[in-house]
């Protein structure tokens, strides 16, 4: 460990780390960051008065650090150090090196809006710009005024700004370890690739013939063409002439392998064998692979991204920003010089690539966040007023604002309702928190937590389901098992069915491999759905399982309570289409995912009204997870619709002048028009724009 560049200025680090409550590191990926950080504060005593806390933005990663921490230390996992990530706790009463998703503190400091278990907060991963850390950046700001003298904050970075993160804390600390970088030939292709996947295939077989030994890094964008180029270099390499180069071994590094397939990167290879890593930007900066010395970087990644006026998730493959290519060359010289094959020409990267990935709260729903921020309660908080290093768009916060307005998590006048403390709660998104206190009321709880589980899957439960139904039916080897059809209702029925069936099968997995269910995803779901049951059981109505024939009216319940909790993603099916329109604040036109098991009736028709879990873009809006529901159930929730009044939600205008000393929960109207773009500017925007920005420059100055 000594040669880790960080190590070698551990007592540098210390020392402005014992002068300054807040310090900003800045060290290449690999430099030890994440591993060495907390094992230097614990060696200096900082663990006898708390907890050292790591938080990182990727689950994967929060795994995968704490083992090797634990592995240095020479503990067991999950004593000393240890991990905590939602839905998954592995510390205990030892642990003194904490390594914790940023949504899991973001939730701790619910419960414990100090923090006073932690002596040490670490953001780790910060460039990363996740929207927790992001979030946890605001709040650690203010808890380091409450705590200033027991508690310290670190941020690290390999590529932040330092100096923008350091004016945030009032100009505190910035500190540059100089990691050692080996120099990294960068090659361009000619010409953009037809197909960056066939590409890689081809610079990767023309490395691996052609070069000496060291090891290939290949970024693509996601599990799906990383499947597939494991496969086409598996089935290459094999064709090779046996001995006619060296041999090699194909690894995937993504989110969503299992633990011990994703710790096998980290393995050494055996002699004489060159490794072939096909993985997402994960191995960016979050995970470092020794041994590589060849990178080849596709270009692009694969970027969720909401549209808060169409409420539209869109799942995009963009091209990656100046920052990730760069990020992503460096992997390749670490042990020694490297080389970089850029599968695009270099004017892209100079003319057409971004300079910085755009931050995950700019492009995110919040309507989650900004229930979190509500149910702190702190005194002086203002939602849009919120410190954010790089504040969201008024459009974003307000989508969310009419988003809990009309699920009951916030009154009409911006205040959080008990409903909305009870959600915030619980580790889930509000649309299915929103669900279970319903289902709760409705007796069927039990129903909804198997449903809220299914969903909150972190990996696809059926790997076949994906396909469009035609190409299913192709598929001739595939035996197609048959599994419950949601009886006309729809995917959120079909989750409950398959999983009480799988209860009664008393949760065997031979029954999920017999019915192609992802045996992993399906164990987690079993584990989720304890979880929840165990936070809702002081609400919990004591009831009987429902037997057989009550199963039709529990499904009624429960399509109602999927109601209330889907309020802002109902959708009226249009005659002519047979597609669907989305109700409420935004109209689309969409169709049902070909994946649903909703299937139109003998006359081709859909049910008239549907509730949807997610509305997402990809090659066309589809509804992903339908529910059929009744028009009136939806009437009443519709009504709210008409009488929400944004403004007033926002708490702006209305608020009488008496009540701004408590400083209201939400901006005034003036405040909204600061971050929003102009869109109401009919007059002159030019001048909007310039009056909205001296406001928020005043408003700046008087801080
Ligand atoms: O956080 P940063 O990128 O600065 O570096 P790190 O994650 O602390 O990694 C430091 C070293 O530990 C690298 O050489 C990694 O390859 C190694 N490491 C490892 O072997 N296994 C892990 N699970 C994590 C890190
Ligand atoms: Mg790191």
Request: with cysteine; aromatic share 6%; net charge neutral.
């Amino acid at each position: 460990m000594a040669n880790l560049p960080i190590v070698q200025f551990e007592d540098k680090i210390l020392d402005t780390v014992e002068k300054h409550p807040v310090v900003v590191i800045i060290g290449q990926t690999g430099s030890g960051k994440s591993t060495q950080l907390s094992q230097m504060l614990h060696r200096k005593g900082y663990s006898k008065s708390g907890i050292i806390a790591v938080t990182q933005p990727r689950r994967v990663a929060a795994v995968s650090v704490s083992r090797r921490v634990a592995q240095e230390m020479d503990v067991p996992l999950g004593e000393e150090v240890g991990y905590a990530i939602r839905f998954e706790d592995r510390t205990s009463e030892k642990t003194t090196i904490k390594y914790l998703t940023d949504g899991v503190l973001l939730r701790e400091s619910l419960s414990n809006p100090e923090l006073n278990q932690y002596s040490v907060i670490i953001l780790d991963e910060a460039h990363e710009r996740s929207l927790n850390t992001d979030i946890l950046m605001g709040l650690m700001k203010r808890l380091i005024k409450l705590r200033s003298s027991n508690l310290k904050v670190l941020i690290t970075s390999a590529t932040l700004d330092g100096e923008k993160v350091s004016r945030f804390f009032s100009n505190c600390p910035v500190l540059n370890v100089p990691g050692k970088l080996f120099p990294v030939n960068i090659l361009y292709t000619p010409e953009k690739p037809l197909s960056y996947l066939e590409s890689a295939l081809e610079t990767a077989m023309a490395i691996h013939v052609k070069e000496a030994k060291g090891d290939v890094l290949i970024f693509m964008t996601g599990q799906d063409d990383i499947e597939k180029l494991v496969k086409k270099l598996e089935e290459r390499v094999q064709s090779l002439e046996e001995g006619s180069c060296m041999d090699a071994i194909i690894l995937p590094l993504h989110g969503s392998l299992p633990p011990q397939m994703q710790v096998r990167v980290f393995n050494p290879p055996p002699e004489n064998c060159r490794r072939f890593i096909v993985a997402t930007n994960i191995a960016e900066t979050s995970l470092t692979v020794d041994g590589v010395v060849f990178v080849i970087d596709s270009g692009y990644v694969k970027q969720r991204q909401y549209n808060p006026s169409s409420g539209m998730y869109s799942l995009d493959i963009v091209q990656i920003s100046k920052v990730q290519a760069d990020q992503r060359a460096g992997r390749a010289g670490r042990t020694g010089p490297g080389k970089c094959h850029r599968l695009y020409p270099s004017r892209y990267y100079n003319e057409e690539f971004i300079d910085a990935t755009i931050p995950e709260i700019q492009r995110s729903s919040l309507a989650g966040t900004v229930l979190y921020l509500k149910s702190l309660d702190l005194p002086d908080i203002d939602i849009l007023k919120f410190d954010f290093l790089d504040p969201p768009s008024s459009d974003s916060l307000e989508d969310a604002l009419k988003q809990l307005y009309l699920i009951d998590a916030i009154e009409d006048d911006g205040t959080i309702t008990s409903i909305g403390r009870t959600m915030a709660e619980l580790p889930l998104e509000p649309s299915l928190s929103r669900t279970l206190l319903e289902a709760n009321n409705y007796g069927c709880l039990s129903q909804a937590l198997s449903v809220a589980a299914m969903l909150s899957a972190e990996t696809s439960l059926f790997p076949g389901k994906s396909k469009k139904r035609k190409d299913r039916d192709q598929d001739h080897d595939h035996h197609d098992p048959v599994l419950p059809n949601g009886s006309g209702f729809g995917d959120h029925i079909q989750l409950l069915q398959i999983y009480d069936l799988w209860d009664e099968h008393d949760f065997d997995v031979k029954w999920c491999k017999d019915n192609n269910l992802q045996v992993r995803g399906m164990l987690f779901v079993k584990d989720v759905r304890k979880q929840l049951s165990q936070i809702m059981q002081k609400m919990e109505r004591k009831e009987r399982r429902g037997r057989k024939e009550r199963d039709f009216d529990l499904y009624t319940k429960l399509r109602k309570a999927l109601c209330v909790g889907y309020a802002n993603q109902l959708a009226e099916r249009m005659i002519r289409h047979n597609g669907y329109k989305t109700m409420g604040f935004k109209s689309q036109l969409v169709q049902v995912h070909p994946s649903s098991v909703l299937e139109a009736d003998e006359e081709g028709m859909f049910p008239n009204y549907v509730v949807y879990h997610e509305l997402i873009a990809t090659t066309r809006p589809f509804l992903r997870n339908v529910c059929a529901v009744e028009m009136e159930w939806v009437r009443p929730i519709l009504s709210k619709l008409e009488k929400v009044d944004v403004k007033k939600l926002s708490g702006g205008s209305h608020q009488p002048a008496a009540e701004e000393a408590k400083e209201s929960l939400l901006p005034g109207k003036d405040e909204a028009i600061i971050i929003a773009k102009p869109a109401a500017a009919d007059d002159d925007p030019q001048s909007r724009i310039q009056a909205a920005k001296d406001r928020f420059l005043a408003r700046k100055g008087k801080k």
